[in-house]
């Protein structure tokens, strides 16, 4: 028997405690490029304990809600960021640690122009579209050693949508 999880908006300060949400502010910082672009500069910390930053592109598969969600993730050597390279909602689960597992986590739906930052160890689900294309650039951590850590639930989740 699963438990559930009903979806929030992806707001920065309720994922604050995770990560950062990579999004366009009010005002940008600057203006460049003849004042014809706004930067929106440095949004996100890529903590990196060794190695160096890489760039790959995800293509996942699109997911469904309800969602079962089965196992959470880590990786204890550097942040990771994913940056949706299509205007498609994503589902985001993040979860705190608890002594080594993770605690209760929490859901969330990214909208159009949203990407995260997850810091570095924290607990998180796969990539989740919600419709195609799945694309997303991706930038983590490309070095030697294990940077990957599977908590499996004994119980899945359903991850569901808000009661309107």
């Given at each position: 028997?699963?438990?559930?999880?009903?979806?929030?908006?992806?707001?920065?300060?309720?994922?604050?405690?995770?990560?950062?949400?990579?999004?366009?502010?009010?005002?940008?910082?600057?203006?460049i490029?003849?004042?014809?672009?706004?930067?929106?500069?440095?949004?996100?910390a890529?903590?990196?304990?060794?190695?160096?930053?890489?760039?790959?592109?995800?293509?996942?598969?699109?997911?469904?809600?309800?969602?079962?969600?089965?196992?959470?993730?880590?990786?204890?050597?550097?942040?990771?960021?994913?940056?949706?390279?299509h205007?498609?909602?994503?589902?985001?689960?993040?979860?705190?640690?608890?002594?080594?597992?993770?605690?209760?986590?929490?859901?969330?739906?990214?909208?159009?122009?949203?990407?995260?930052?997850?810091?570095?160890?924290?607990?998180?689900?796969?990539?989740?579209?919600?419709?195609?294309?799945?694309?997303?650039?991706?930038?983590?951590?490309?070095?030697?050693?294990?940077?990957?850590?599977?908590?499996?639930?004994?119980?899945p989740?359903?991850?569901?949508?808000?009661?309107?």
């Amino acid at each position: 028997m699963s438990r559930q999880l009903v979806l929030q908006p992806l707001t920065a300060r309720a994922f604050a405690p995770f990560g950062e949400v990579l999004e366009v502010r009010e005002t940008p910082d600057k203006m460049i490029n003849q004042d014809l672009c706004g930067r929106h500069h440095d949004l996100a910390a890529l903590d990196f304990g060794s190695g160096r930053a890489g760039i790959s592109i995800f293509d996942a598969t699109p997911r469904a809600l309800p969602f079962t969600l089965e196992l959470l993730e880590r990786h204890p050597e550097g942040a990771q960021a994913f940056i949706p390279m299509h205007q498609n909602p994503y589902l985001i689960v993040v979860a705190p640690d608890n002594a080594g597992a993770p605690g209760q986590p929490l859901a969330f739906l990214a909208g159009p122009g949203q990407g995260v930052n997850y810091r570095r160890n924290t607990w998180h689900a796969v990539c989740c579209p919600l419709a195609a294309p799945g694309l997303f650039a991706v930038v983590d951590r490309i070095g030697d050693g294990d940077n990957l850590e599977e908590h499996w639930f004994d119980r899945p989740w359903e991850v569901v949508e808000a009661a309107t």
